[in-house]
T-cell receptor, first 119, second 111 residues
Framework: AQKITQTQPGMFVQEKEAVTLDCTYD???????LFWYKQPSSGEMIFLIYQGSYDEQNATEGRYSLNFQKARKSANLVISASQLGDSAMYFC????????????????FGTGTRLTIIP | NAGVTQTPKFRVLKTGQSMTLLCAQDMNHEYMYWYRQDPGMGLRLIHY???????AKGEVPDGYNVSRLKKQNFLLGLESAAPSQTSVYFCATTLKGGGQHFGDGTRLSIL
């Protein structure tokens, strides 16, 4: 079974609108971390935002926020006021287990969502 | 991506040839990782290292070897390249919170 599921292969959004990228995950661990990365057409992987499983508040980083719904096992990325430069692939990833516990450092990635912002 | 440097950026090999990809980091991080990225499959972990002299297998280790002789360098080797190893390879080190900081990638084509 997939541990990270991104059900939207591609999305088109009008510039300046907000966009939500879906991510659901599967784990039996109580302690885990969720991450979002952006990969523009140039190919580099850019870390956007992190949410720990015990964090009570949703993570925010500028225009990015993570809508964390633990009971539903979802960690959706919300981008407010989208810009043309937001066009890219977006990957959701999960680290299972406690931070820096031996053997639990690995990230599992979803297959990504290609976001295209329309002017 | 300051801090994680991958060499080379592009390479074309013939089937059966060998090569080594180099990842160098200047952030004094203990943890380093090698991933491959294929269309429609996200990133998959090949091997990783939790410190100098230690390595461990990831999700797709077959056909690859790694070495971490120095803390700052993590090498990925292909002993006998196969077309199935055509991919984009990313090296990463661990950020605070467990996230990872990636290099710019190496695009490898095996003919």
């Amino acid at each position: 079974a997939q541990k990270i599921t991104q059900t939207q292969p591609g999305m088109f959004v009008q510039e300046k609108e907000a966009v939500t990228l879906d991510c659901t995950y599967d784990t039996s661990d109580q302690s885990y971390g969720l991450f979002w990365y952006k990969q523009p057409s140039s190919g580099e992987m850019i870390f956007l935002i992190y949410q720990g499983s015990y964090d009570e508040q949703n993570a925010t980083e500028g225009r990015y926020s993570l809508n964390f719904q633990k009971a539903r096992k979802s960690a959706n990325l919300v981008i407010s006021a989208s810009q043309l430069g937001d066009s890219a692939m977006y990957f959701c990833a999960m680290r299972e287990g406690r931070y820096f516990s031996f053997g639990n450092e690995k990230l599992t990635f979803g297959t990504g969502t290609r976001l295209t912002i329309i002017p | 991506n300051a801090g994680v440097t991958q060499t080379p950026k592009f390479r074309v090999l013939k089937t059966g040839q060998s090569m080594t990809l180099l990842c160098a980091q200047d952030m004094n991080h203990e943890y380093m990782y090698w991933y491959r990225q294929d269309p429609g499959m996200g990133l998959r972990l090949i091997h990783y290292s939790v410190g100098e002299g230690t390595t461990a297998k990831g999700e797709v280790p077959d056909g690859y070897n790694v070495s971490r002789l120095k803390k700052q360098n993590f090498l990925l080797g292909l002993e006998s390249a196969a077309p199935s190893q055509t991919s984009v390879y990313f090296c990463a080190t661990t950020l605070k919170g467990g996230g990872q900081h990636f290099g710019d990638g190496t695009r490898l084509s095996i003919l």
